[in-house]
């Protein structure tokens, strides 16, 4: 073991371009650490991503992916999958070393349901609005129980609206300050916050009116995944106002995430740790607020759900500017680098150049709409070698060509290279693996 303690931070749906003057912390951060200036997200929605960042392995080697058959079936499957990852799990390994491991999420991904709490020896599962589930003492049919399910969330989302509360960062933040003192074994502890996802709503302390509390609610409140699908299937296209309302309510959510980032370091120097502790901050994928005719993440390769913020900062670490690609599946042996001992592919090697993600068909994720007008063909990926992207848009016409584009001169994805231009050798090989490997994939 190095002697070091890590801290990952994961925001969860937090786009690389939102971090800047307003996020003063990672700027901090970025400025006496290693920055990733393009690093790239493995997936587009958190399990598959997640389960990425903790094993190495990309979505469709790891097969933890959205499918037919709602959440319930996922998690099952999820559940399965992780048993036979057993030796690439980040923390089982960790804890086998003797590093002690925590995880502390609101996110329903991150629990005993999916695997993913596996070798966490000290684990913080919650949901953000804080309230008991309501049992019903009279046997009713399903559909009057969905209507009366509905009901009382409504009457969650409301209660916490006017609450004011953030969605579980200074629960975290409570716990994680616990855990430090606990014991001065080394440690490796994990976080994936809720407070820059959907439903997008700051923690602002106020006495809203029951009209204003309403509008929260069902914009984007309970809603919102029916109208995010809604826009994205294009049976009803959201208004530029509506998308600038929610894209205005996120970065006030990105500058909180960040004072509570500072927080995190204030906690740290209290806890005598900060010397010996390394940061690494980053998001499990991005958001999109209209890019491609989507809102929301896991049906898009667009820049604004593929790039991420990456810093890594701490004891031992260099400052370092890092212009290329590089994958968050580096996430795990970038750790174990840290923690136990040299590993082959870790992040702090800077990067080789190359990145990929990778997305199921956008109907797993995104439910269609009865009446819908757009039509997803399959899954997509997008292989990244120095400035072009390679990309197989799942919303493209049957047998269409991927799409090239040269990202230093062309940032908004607007001009398709592919007839004249070819994509490098390294994008050919990894997408003739990945479509070798994709063929599982439902369709």
Same mark, same amino acid.
């Given at each position: 073991?190095?002697?070091?303690?890590?801290?990952?931070?994961?925001?969860?749906?937090?786009?690389?371009?939102?971090?800047?003057?307003?996020?003063?912390?990672?700027?901090?951060?970025?400025?006496?650490?290693?920055?990733?200036?393009?690093?790239?997200?493995?997936?587009?929605?958190?399990?598959?991503?997640?389960?990425?960042?903790?094993?190495?392995?990309?979505?469709?080697?790891?097969?933890?992916?959205?499918?037919?058959?709602?959440?319930?079936?996922?998690?099952?499957?999820?559940?399965?999958?992780?048993?036979?990852?057993?030796?690439?799990?980040?923390?089982?390994?960790?804890?086998?070393?003797?590093?002690?491991?925590?995880?502390?999420?609101?996110?329903?991904?991150?629990?005993?349901?999916?695997?993913?709490?596996?070798?966490?020896?000290?684990?913080?599962?919650?949901?953000?609005?804080?309230?008991?589930?309501?049992?019903?003492?009279?046997?009713?049919?399903?559909?009057?129980?969905?209507?009366?399910?509905?009901?009382?969330?409504?009457?969650?989302?409301?209660?916490?609206?006017?609450?004011?509360?953030?969605?579980?960062?200074?629960?975290?933040?409570?716990?994680?300050?616990?855990?430090?003192?606990?014991?001065?074994?080394?440690?490796?502890?994990?976080?994936?916050?809720?407070?820059?996802?959907?439903?997008?709503?700051?923690?602002?302390?106020?006495?809203?009116?029951?009209?204003?509390?309403?509008?929260?609610?069902?914009?984007?409140?309970?809603?919102?995944?029916?109208?995010?699908?809604?826009?994205?299937?294009?049976?009803?296209?959201?208004?530029?106002?509506?998308?600038?309302?929610?894209?205005?309510?996120?970065?006030?959510?990105?500058?909180?995430?960040?004072?509570?980032?500072?927080?995190?370091?204030?906690?740290?120097?209290?806890?005598?740790?900060?010397?010996?502790?390394?940061?690494?901050?980053?998001?499990?994928?991005?958001?999109?607020?209209?890019?491609?005719?989507?809102?929301?993440?896991?049906?898009?390769?667009?820049?604004?759900?593929?790039?991420?913020?990456?810093?890594?900062?701490?004891?031992?670490?260099?400052?370092?500017?890092?212009?290329?690609?590089?994958?968050?599946? *580096?996430?795990?042996? %970038?750790?174990?680098?840290?923690?136990? &001992?040299?590993?082959? $592919? !870790? #992040?702090?090697?800077?990067? @080789?150049?190359?990145?990929?993600?990778?997305?199921?068909?956008?109907?797993?994720?995104?439910?269609?709409?009865? *009446?819908?007008?757009? %039509?997803?063909?399959?899954?997509?990926? &997008?292989?990244?070698? $120095? !400035? #072009?992207?390679?990309?197989? @848009?799942?919303?493209?016409?049957?047998?269409?060509?991927?799409?090239?584009?040269?990202?230093?001169?062309?940032?908004?994805?607007?001009?398709?290279?592919?007839?004249?231009?070819? &994509?490098?050798?390294?994008?050919?090989?990894?997408?003739?693996?990945?479509?070798?490997?994709?063929?599982?994939?439902?369709?």
């Amino acid at each position: 073991m190095t002697g070091r303690n890590l801290i990952l931070v994961i925001f969860d749906s937090a786009r690389a371009d939102a971090f800047g003057s307003d996020t003063p912390t990672f700027e901090e951060l970025g400025s006496r650490g290693m920055r990733f200036e393009r690093a790239i997200a493995p997936a587009g929605w958190t399990l598959p991503s997640h389960t990425s960042m903790f094993t190495g392995l990309m979505p469709t080697e790891h097969k933890i992916v959205g499918s037919p058959g709602g959440a319930e079936r996922v998690l099952a499957n999820s559940r399965t999958r992780v048993s036979a990852l057993q030796d690439k799990l980040l923390a089982p390994r960790l804890a086998a070393a003797g590093i002690r491991t925590f995880l502390s999420s609101a996110s329903p991904w991150l629990t005993k349901a999916s695997g993913l709490d596996r070798g966490f020896q000290d684990t913080d599962h919650f949901n953000f609005l804080q309230l008991p589930p309501h049992p019903s003492r009279v046997r009713l049919p399903k559909r009057a129980r969905q209507t009366l399910n509905t009901l009382y969330s409504i009457g969650d989302h409301a209660r916490w609206a006017r609450s004011g509360r953030d969605k579980g960062a200074a629960r975290v933040l409570e716990g994680m300050e616990r855990f430090i003192a606990d014991d001065p074994a080394p440690f490796f502890a994990c976080t994936t916050l809720m407070d820059t996802h959907e439903p997008h709503l700051p923690p602002e302390k106020s006495d809203r009116s029951f009209l204003a509390t309403a509008n929260i609610v069902l914009q984007p409140g309970l809603m919102r995944l029916v109208r995010m699908h809604a826009h994205t299937w294009g049976t009803r296209v959201l208004s530029p106002r509506v998308i600038s309302q929610w894209r205005a309510a996120y970065e006030r959510e990105i500058a909180y995430v960040d004072s509570w980032l500072a927080r995190l370091m204030e906690m740290l120097d209290r806890s005598g740790r900060a010397d010996e502790t390394v940061v690494v901050v980053t998001a499990d994928h991005g958001e999109t607020f209209g890019e491609g005719g989507t809102v929301g993440h896991g049906v898009s390769l667009r820049e604004g759900l593929a790039r991420v913020p990456l810093v890594i900062a701490g004891a031992g670490v260099d400052a370092n500017r890092i212009e290329g690609p590089v994958s968050l599946a *580096r996430i795990a042996p %970038t750790v174990t680098d840290l923690l136990l &001992a040299p590993t082959e $592919g !870790s #992040l702090i090697e800077g990067s @080789d150049g190359i990145a990929s993600m990778e997305i199921e068909h956008p109907a797993h994720v995104a439910h269609p709409t009865p *009446r819908a007008k757009r %039509t997803a063909r399959g899954p997509g990926a &997008a292989f990244y070698d $120095g !400035s #072009l992207k390679v990309v197989v @848009d799942p919303w493209d016409l049957p047998d269409a060509p991927p799409r090239l584009y040269d990202l230093v001169a062309d940032p908004e994805e607007t001009n398709d290279l592919s007839s004249t231009r070819e &994509a490098t050798e390294r994008q050919g090989k990894l997408l003739e693996s990945w479509r070798e490997r994709a063929a599982y994939l439902p369709t």
